[in-house]
């Protein structure tokens, strides 16, 4: 009689409830996600810097954020030992 029964899940979205009654198909079939897996824990580089895109996400996009700062920083601090710049 177990067997039977289906098992229905009930996830709760806002205030209302939403029924799932079958699971989702996976995104892509395991052994591929098994050969990524192997692929990426024989690389020996930190965890951030495992992906092809990885060096400009967590290096080139924060050291371009960093220099600006900088930039911007350094062109106020002159501008406000000189006096120029100000609005009227």
Do not use: C, W
């Not at 229905?8 to 990524?36: C, D, H, N, Q, W």
């Not at 895109?53 to 924060?62: E, H, L, M, Q």
Request: hydrophobic content about 35%; glycine content about 6%.
């Amino acid at each position: 009689m177990a067997d039977s029964i289906r098992m229905t899940r009930f996830y709760r979205i806002g205030e209302s409830a939403v029924i799932m009654s079958e699971p989702e198909p996976p995104f892509r079939p395991r052994e591929k996600l098994i050969e990524k897996q192997k692929y990426f824990q024989s690389i020996n580089k930190p965890t951030y810097l495992k992906g092809p895109y990885d060096k400009i996400t967590s290096v080139a996009i924060p050291l371009a954020l960093a220099v600006t700062l900088t930039y911007m920083t350094a062109r106020g601090l002159y501008n406000m030992a000189h006096g120029i710049g100000k609005k009227e």
